[in-house]
């Protein structure tokens, strides 16, 4: 039997633009103030939310992967109030950051409805077309001199060439976003255990050779292996390296 918020996921999920338009949904649906966000209780919406991905067999984005670390993270810090922070007078909240990155989206997402709307109402404006009118009498002579002509010419070039330059950049940009999934993560975790028994995380997925959004898809991936009984983890100390064991039972 379905659940309310499994019915939710499965039409609202693929309209989701990023992990911070999911964010403030969850914000907007349960009535929160966004400078004092519960991040207890929006952090399990969240991991809902890409559980319910998982059910659904759906590739998650690198994206969602971090916002999730990065929520953990905050209610671990909340849970878990640091050492260092406590000797201080004042503590500064785990949310800050969030909070601040979420008020900068809500600015450009209401500016964002705005332009949708302006197009809506434009899109009904119909243009006559231009007529074309008879010229009666002798059309001027236009007088250009070589320097005026290489002059022109050359402006012309010039402002084809900056606005080909800025598409190049453009879609340099749109080539280099990284989209990482968990499952492709998870598949690499396996085959590197095929011939060996033990393997470490670092030699995975070491911050030197990796994005961050591998790195955290990949720690990401080993939790949901471990989950389902895959492999077995071991931190022999705290921040220490982490090991990742072929599970025999299997």
């Known amino acids: 039997m379905e659940s309310a918020l499994t019915n939710a996921c499965r039409i609202k999920l693929e309209n989701f633009e990023g992990p911070f338009d999911l964010l403030f949904h969850l914000i907007e649906k349960n009535q929160m103030s966004i400078y004092d966000i519960p991040i207890n209780e929006i952090t399990d919406q969240y991991m809902d939310y890409l559980y319910a991905m998982q059910e659904f067999d759906m590739e998650i984005a690198s994206e969602f992967l971090v916002m999730a670390a990065t929520l953990l993270h905050i209610k671990s810090r909340m849970l878990l109030p640091d050492k260092k922070a406590a000797k201080t007078e004042e503590e500064s909240d785990p949310r800050?950051?969030?909070?601040?990155?979420?008020?900068?989206?809500?600015?450009?997402?209401?500016?964002?409805?705005?332009?949708?709307?302006?197009?809506?109402?434009?899109?009904?404006?119909?243009?006559?077309?231009?007529?074309?009118?008879?010229?009666?009498?002798?059309?001027?002579?236009?007088?250009?001199?070589?320097?005026?002509?290489?002059?022109?010419?050359?402006?012309?070039?010039?402002?084809?060439?900056?606005?080909?330059?800025?598409?190049?950049?453009?879609?340099?940009?749109?080539?280099?976003?990284?989209?990482?999934?968990?499952?492709?993560?998870?598949?690499?975790?396996?085959?590197?255990?095929?011939?060996?028994?033990?393997?470490?995380?670092t030699d995975l997925f070491s911050p030197k050779r990796k994005s961050r959004a591998e790195v955290v898809t990949g720690f990401m991936a080993i939790l949901e292996l471990s989950k389902l009984r895959k492999v077995k983890l071991e931190q022999k100390k705290q921040f220490g390296e982490i090991l990742i064991y072929k599970n025999s039972d299997n």
């Open 96 to 201: 800050e950051e969030l909070v601040l990155k979420l008020v900068e989206y809500k600015k450009y997402k209401e500016f964002s409805e705005v332009l949708k709307q302006r197009e809506e109402r434009w899109s009904k404006v119909f243009y006559k077309l231009p007529e074309t009118f008879e010229y009666k009498g002798e059309p001027e002579p236009l007088e250009l001199s070589p320097d005026d002509l290489k002059r022109v010419y050359e402006e012309i070039l010039n402002r084809n060439k900056k606005r080909f330059s800025n598409n190049e950049v453009k879609m340099a940009q749109i080539i280099q976003h990284e989209r990482v999934s968990l499952k492709s993560k998870m598949r690499e975790v396996i085959k590197s255990l095929i011939n060996k028994a033990v393997v470490a995380f």
